[in-house]
């Protein structure tokens, strides 16, 4: 008896049975990749990204720190409205007197700077035909720094306002308020202001004589509750090593 092997495609139903369980196999194969795929992507996403700092604070903290930002910006624009009068004033005064912001007598580079030089002083050599007499303001990038002490040929020795024991009247907090602010050196300033007055880290203060130059930064507020003032703790905008050219501008008293 001659017996008769069957090839599956011989039984129709085998045939189409066997592709159905094969395209099953090759979905599931599909789906269980895509998700392993991803699941991995995400592990290494979750390692080889820096998380941001605000990732892991709980949603209060960073609610509160909405409403400090929001409190520091009102401020900041609370700030900006007392300056604009102080700096049309300033204008109108220096139009009375005709000295203009573009009045200026000369340029100079430093060639030395502290720490080199002693008891915050600056000593730069000043560009041809600079005009620049003994009493001259200084300043770098429109911030006030110091007034010339003594000129020779093309040097000129300024002092800074920061140096120990110089004393500026300056203008500052909200509501506006003039006081006296004195130098301690490197850059450091030191003065009281009245508890009425609203100063915090960050304001500007103003030279009373050039208001629209900032002189220095509030660093820090220490409020003695037994006083009725303030001791403020400020400092220059600008670092000393920044400072390459300065201008001279024409003071008031020199004219």
Request: proline share 5%.
């Amino acid at each position: 008896m001659i017996m008769q092997r069957h090839s599956p495609r011989s039984n129709p139903l085998v045939f189409h049975l066997g592709f159905v369980v094969l395209c099953v196999v090759v979905a599931a194969g599909l789906i269980f990749n895509a998700a392993f795929f991803r699941f991995v992507s995400s592990i290494t996403l979750f390692f080889n990204t820096t998380p941001s700092e605000y990732v892991l604070l709980p949603r209060s903290v960073l609610a509160s720190r909405i409403v400090d930002l929001e409190v520091e910006l009102a401020r900041i624009r609370y700030q900006s409205l007392l300056v604009a009068p102080l700096i049309e004033d300033n204008a109108r005064l220096q139009a009375l007197v005709d000295l203009t912001p573009n009045d200026v007598v000369g340029v100079g580079r430093v060639i030395s700077a502290p720490p080199r030089t002693l008891y915050d002083t600056l000593l730069v050599s000043l560009s041809e035909g600079a005009d620049v007499q003994v009493g001259d303001v200084v300043l770098f990038e429109e911030i006030l720094l110091g007034e010339v002490i003594a000129r020779e040929d093309t040097l000129a020795l300024v002092s800074l306002y920061s140096s120990g024991g110089t004393k500026s009247d300056v203008r500052v907090g909200s509501p506006s308020a003039i006081v006296v602010m004195e130098g301690q050196g490197g850059g450091a300033f030191t003065f009281e202001v009245p508890r009425s007055v609203f100063l915090a880290p960050g304001d500007v203060v103003l030279n009373t004589r050039f208001g629209v130059h900032p002189l220095a930064i509030v660093e820090s507020v220490v409020v003695d509750p037994d006083e009725t003032v303030s001791t403020v703790y400020a400092r220059s905008p600008v670092s000393f090593s920044d400072i390459v050219y300065v201008t001279f501008l024409r003071s008031l008293g020199t004219l």
